[in-house]
């Protein structure tokens, strides 16, 4: 009985299937939407094709004309083949009109922020799903709809892992090109190593000095070097300071089926106070909201309704990668001031994921995304256009993951780019440099002291304590310059120099100063948000020997209750040798004073310090203890 119920119902499936090849047969009526003609929606001919299946009312359409035109030239072919009459031809029109295809257009965006150039997957953090699945997903993504744009909030590059760094971040570059991505925001990190650096990347060639540059493989490289970004990057808020002139394009524009929309990028105003002074020398940074309203005039004087901006700077909220709930940081201020005419912000910068709506100066609610960091996260975006008006009419948001291992495939078209470099860093990467006893996290304590950041202080000093490199009696740490936690690597905790390097990637020198008492709290009262010009709370990591308390509720300059240096008060009028970075030192998040450092002497780069201490410690360096900072 079941083989005979099999066999009726493949006969019924093929006798059906017949009958919807029969020319003339149909089932019902031509559908533009939800609209119905009132035409039979016949089969033409033996290959199944229908009325329907001429009229390509599904695909998408700059404007309601151009659908018109196009239903008019296919029902003028349908009536001279006699396939339909004049009065069918005059109501397919009509419902063409009725239907309103054509009036509103729906583009996806796809966007990311702080990549930092974690093109290898597992480098750098077990949750780095690595490029290759980046760009899997991307495709996914893009699949949904021919009318996309691939947008990044800043960061590409810069703070990354040895596969892309030791290369000058080409390989980030290579990786975004075959990508596919159309615009990057500069971010602070852009500016690691100067405008010129910056420019390269965007121009190609390759680097004057490092022979790591231009080793990409042949299809990534022009007559033989760097070929540069195939992707614009944007700097609204960026000028030379002695022409004004933007050091890059303020902003860029896709046209989608006549629709332009414009793509305004840009950093953080406070960039000078976070990069290192001789990587912005010669630059201005505007205010964000200012320089994005006065770009609006310029856009509507091109017939451009849809703006978005892309900005290095972002803010915090909870409730998971598309929660919003108690959204604080920059990013709200920024928001609250923008012109009503900004569709869309994309954010960055705090390496936060979160999906909001913030209010724009005129009290309207603007949609407002971030994709965390490292790849991990895209912001799948749909802006709804009317495309009477060439405005944005509706946007919708959804921050999606990753994935990693076998949860997301990665891409073969990135797969030989990554073990190309891979390979070439695989010698200076895998150089066992010393031991630790178990992983060293980067994680703060209450009081904002992390065990690696005692370990990272401690080398500096050890690195600079002795008569000829410095005699310092104490090294304090930026947080922002730990870029990664410490592994442990099993059986015997060696360390690798690729370990060593994605934590402290940026090369900064040390650099020991004379400084008073009085200027070393200076130096620790500035740690706070808000207190003398601090845009953010940047607790420094302080080598042993030296301890200090703070109360968090205290007025500024008077927080820091306690300062002692191998149980000795620190005396304010006294003078003592202290170790900082090279970016430190230059005043940078924000630590003016150390500028005001007398008696400098340079000394070895923090990786080289590093490795020294680690080999001075043969049996394994351990956790630092985090007791140094009391927070009351």
Known sequence: MRMKFLALAVAGALSQAAFACTPGSYTDNVMFGT??????????????????????????????????????????????????????????????????????????????????????????????????????????????????????????????????????????????????????????????????????????????????????????????????????????????????????????????????????????????????????????????????????????????????????????????????????????????RLDPEVDLVISGHTHQAYNCLINNAAGQPVRVTSAGQYARNLSDIDLTIDTRTRDVIAVAANNLTTGTGSTTAEDPALTDLVAHYDSLAAVPKSRVIGRITAAISRSQNAAGESALGDVIADAQLDATNDAGTGEAVVAFMNPGGIRADLPFNAPNGDVTYGDAFTVQPFGNSLVTMTLKGEQIKTLLETQFNGCNGQTAERILQVSVGFNYSYTAGNACNARVTSMTLNGVAVDPSASYRVTVNSFLADGGDGFAVLKEGGNRLGGAVDTDAFEAYLQANPSGVTPGPRNRITRN
């Open 35 to 336: 609209t119905s003609a009132g035409v039979p929606n016949r089969v033409l001919d033996a290959s199944c094709t229908t009325i329907d299946d001429q009229i390509a009312d599904e695909s998408p359409w700059g404007n309601q004309a151009a659908f018109i035109a196009h239903v008019s030239t296919v029902t003028m072919s349908l009536q001279k083949a006699g396939k339909i009459s004049a009065l069918e031809r005059a109501r397919l029109l009509t419902a063409a009109r009725t239907s309103q295809i054509g009036t509103t257009l729906k583009v996806k965006l796809i966007a990311f922020n702080d990549f930092h150039g974690y093109i290898k997957a597992g480098e750098g953090s077990s949750s780095n799903p690595g490029v290759a699945r980046f760009s899997t997903r991307i495709k996914e993504l893009k699949a949904q709809n021919p009318l996309h744009a691939v947008v990044s909030a800043g960061d590409m590059i810069g703070a990354s892992p040895l596969t892309s760094a030791l290369f000058k971040d080409e390989p980030t570059i290579e990786a975004m090109n075959r990508i596919g991505i159309d615009f990057n925001a500069v971010g602070n990190h852009e500016f690691d190593e100067g405008k010129d650096e910056l420019l390269r990347m965007q121009h190609g060639g390759n680097h004057p000095t490092d022979p790591y540059s231009g080793l990409g493989l042949n299809e990534d490289l022009k007559a033989g070097e760097f070929a540069g970004a195939r992707f614009g990057f944007l700097a609204a808020n960026v000028r030379d300071e002695q022409s004004g002139d933007t050091v890059l394009p303020a902003f860029g524009v896709k046209d989608f089926l006549g629709n332009k929309v414009a793509f305004i990028g840009m950093t953080l105003e406070g960039t000078p106070t976070i990069v290192s002074p001789s990587g912005v020398a010669g630059l201005t940074f505007g205010d964000e909201a200012d320089t994005v309203n006065a770009l609006i005039p310029r856009l509507k004087a091109q017939g451009i309704e849809s703006v978005v901006v892309l900005i290095h700077e972002g803010g915090a909220a909870s409730g998971g990668i598309n929660g919003c709930t108690g959204v604080s940081g920059p990013i709200v201020d920024i928001v609250n």
